[in-house]
């Protein structure tokens, strides 16, 4: 593992499989993971934000279960 990684709670992030895919959405800038009701959202430098929350524009890691994502919000 990583130490940079691991001190963010990331420790990897692995392909989503067809079976069950991460489904993310931005609306007005909040990031809303569908079908899951526990989800993670971080900023690329490992902080993490509160969840179904208006944010900053850039790009997010979004967690749920052994799955993650990544989303553009604008």
Do not use: D, H, W
Not at 12 to 29: A, D, G, L, M, Q
Not at 45 to 51: M, T, W
Not at 63 to 72: F, I, L, N
């Amino acid at each position: 593992t990583n130490p940079a990684l691991s001190a963010t709670g990331i420790e990897k992030v692995i392909t989503v499989s067809s079976e069950n895919p991460i489904e993310v959405e931005v609306i007005n800038r909040c990031i809303y993971v569908k079908n899951r009701t526990e989800f993670e959202v971080y900023t690329l430098s490992g902080v993490k934000v509160a969840p179904n929350a208006t944010q900053e524009p850039g790009i997010y890691l979004v967690r749920s279960g052994k799955q993650t994502a990544k989303v553009v919000v604008n």
